[in-house]
């Protein structure tokens, strides 16, 4: 009698054990980008806590700059970029801006409050660290955006439907919200 409860208990361990191999040989069915897409949605920090950039809020810097183009997440860049963007008014790559002291305050504020160096989303972590102490003029020119552009060929981004690099929302169509993961990149023709 004890032989065949031992018998019957290995028999189970066996087949439980053969049913978990079973389990995760299906779950390899080559579905790797959905499967990632659907945890990245169920592990999604709905406030963009440390996985996505803040999307833009402030209407000042919204309204004033957004109008022109757009209004790029304070975490791009760090704050004294920022500062040095603001403080060259009639150079504003190769354009001029104007803003009255008020708004020139109020914008500088918002990014500065909301730079890169005061980011725990994952982007601005590495701007800042591959900046050290750099003060780029544009996000174009940061390491850490080149390198993530690397293998797009210079026709490809002079192409009408996107113009330079500087124009995000070409192909990343989340960048407004903040988004800028390779899952919402669209390439225009």
């Known amino acids: 009698m004890r032989l065949k409860r031992v018998l ?6 066996t087949t439980v054990g053969v049913g978990l191999f079973h389990v995760s040989l299906a779950r390899g069915d080559g579905d790797d980008h959905g499967r990632r897409s659907r945890y990245r949605e169920r592990h999604r920090d709905t406030d963009h806590g440390t996985k996505y950039l803040k999307p833009v809020t402030d209407p000042t810097y919204k309204g004033n700059c957004g109008a022109c183009h757009f209004a790029y997440q304070p975490e791009l860049l760090p704050s004294a970029s920022w500062e040095k963007i603001l403080s060259r008014p009639d150079d504003h790559f190769g ?19 909301n730079a890169a160096e005061r980011s725990s989303a994952k982007r601005a972590v590495r701007i800042v660290r591959c900046l050290a102490s750099e003060v780029p003029n544009r996000i174009t020119e940061i390491p850490y955006i080149k390198k993530k552009h690397h293998d797009i060929s210079s026709a490809m981004i002079k192409r009408e439907s996107i113009g330079s690099l500087s124009n995000c929302t070409a192909c990343h169509t989340r960048a407004e919200d903040g988004i800028y993961d390779d899952d919402f990149v669209v390439i225009p023709k």
Request: glycine content about 4%; hydrophobic content about 60%; charged content about 25%.
């Open 8 to 13: 019957f208990f290995v028999m189970m361990l």
């Open 95 to 113: 354009e001029s801006f104007e803003l009255d002291a008020k708004a020139k305050k109020l914008i500088l504020g918002y990014l500065q409050a």
